[in-house]
T-cell receptor, first 113, second 113 residues
């Protein structure tokens, strides 16, 4: 069973609207959590990274939040643009010394005009 | 030039063939990774290397081997390809501060007939 669950699997939003993606994890002990954006045909690109002591981190129109107590993270996209169409992947690190991380399956976002 | 370069970008081959995927990076990072991505699944770790003399198996290493020829080069081999190894393969790097991979290549789409 995957220890990192992302929801929804996919969503379609109108250009200019906001949306929120969810990431729930069960891995423990938790070290940090990173969100990536993966465009079709490209490799993932890091958006934000948060340690267990951080509650929020922003990167332009992308804002990630983290609740380490409930083991939930969210990625909020503000004023979506067509270029935001991509898969968004949540990755949780158990420890930063083993090189092994738990990847979510991703949420596919489609922004329509 | 891209920070992480993978070659080839696409490859179609037959069952039983030996295949090598190559990865080179200009980030100067010690840590390099090979991942496999299948539809609906998170990226899964095949092998990782923390330096030229340190190679470690990931969660799905069976049927694969790697070589770290230099700090900048990390290749993945399929000794005798089989159809269920058809997937998208990513190379990634990170620095020694730990955490998830920071830079990914754009992937190699491998099809085994």
């Amino acid at each position: 069973k995957n220890q990192v669950e992302q929801s929804p699997q996919s969503l379609i939003i109108l250009e200019g609207k906001n949306c929120t993606l969810q990431c729930n994890y069960t891995v423990s002990p938790f070290s940090n959590l990173r969100w990536y954006k993966q465009d079709t045909g490209r490799g993932p690109v890091s958006l934000t990274i948060m340690t267990f002591s951080e509650n929020t981190k922003s990167n332009g129109r992308y804002t990630a939040t983290l609740d380490a107590d409930t083991k939930q993270s969210s990625l909020h996209i503000t004023a979506s643009q067509l270029s935001d169409s991509a898969s968004y992947i949540c990755v949780v690190s158990l420890t930063d010394s083993w090189g092994k991380f738990q990847f979510g399956a991703g949420t596919q976002v489609v922004v329509t005009p | 030039d891209a920070d992480v370069t993978q070659t080839p970008r696409n490859r179609i081959t037959k069952t039983g063939k030996r295949i090598m995927l190559e990865c080179s990076q200009t980030k100067g990072h010690d840590r390099m990774y090979w991942y496999r991505q299948d539809p609906g699944l998170g990226l899964r770790l095949i092998y990782y290397s923390f330096d030229v003399k340190d190679i470690n198996k990931g969660e799905i290493s069976d049927g694969y081997s790697v070589s770290r020829q230099a700090q900048a080069k990390f290749s993945l081999s399929l000794e005798s390809a089989i159809p269920n190894q058809t997937a998208l393969y990513f190379c990634a790097t990170s620095d020694n501060r730990g955490g998830q991979p920071q830079h990914f290549g754009d992937g190699t789409r491998l099809s085994i007939l």
